[in-house]
């Protein structure tokens, strides 16, 4: 799969031209207030390595975040995708991770685009869940997760920080 089409999004591999979105997202306190341990804007050495990543992923549903471009305008909005996260315990789980420009929030963009990567990560990768997380006060992710069909699960410390847990299972998914 080379990239993933919905009604109004393109999800497509990362190449080195996609710096500088995805510095626009990294250099905005505002994104990262919910992305970045400490709430700071990334270096751009940590963007370069994040691409770098991105480039270098498993091309299959888990292991690659896709570079988001609305189909209408080409315009870049942002990524989403699904990759391995070990827990605080050394348990390792698939999670849905995302992040948009601010200008495109709100817009139901990453449950679209999300449920075609859930749906193909259930369906070829054969996962029993996925798993995402976010800070508590950010209530904006709690609702993407939830219109997902994910439940609430636990509070977790990530990266020594409060988080809430959420797990979509396979069967869950499927009634989306």
């Not at 990334?42 to 549903?61: M, V």
Request: aromatic residues 10%; glycine residues 6%; contains cysteine.
């Amino acid at each position: 799969m080379s990239e993933i089409l919905t009604e109004r999004l393109r999800g497509r591999y990362a190449t080195e031209a996609d710096f500088t979105n995805l510095r626009r997202i990294h250099a905005n306190r505002t994104a990262m207030a919910w992305l970045s341990v400490d709430g700071e804007s990334l270096a751009e050495a940590d963007t370069r390595e994040a691409l770098r990543n991105c480039i270098t992923c498993t091309r299959r549903p888990i292991n690659i975040l896709w570079m988001l471009e609305r189909r209408s305008d080409g315009a870049f909005i942002g990524y989403c995708g699904i990759k391995p996260w070990t827990s605080e315990a050394g348990v390792v789980e698939n999670e849905l991770l995302y992040a948009l420009l601010l200008e495109f929030w709100g817009q139901g963009y990453v449950p679209e685009i999300a449920r075609s990567m859930l749906d193909e990560a259930f369906t070829a990768d054969h996962q029993a869940s996925i798993v995402a997380f976010t800070l508590p006060a950010n209530r904006r992710s709690w609702r993407v997760m939830e219109k997902l069909g994910f439940v609430r699960e636990a509070d977790i410390v990530h990266r020594g920080l409060a988080h809430v847990f959420y797990r979509l299972k396979r069967a869950t998914a499927s009634n989306q």
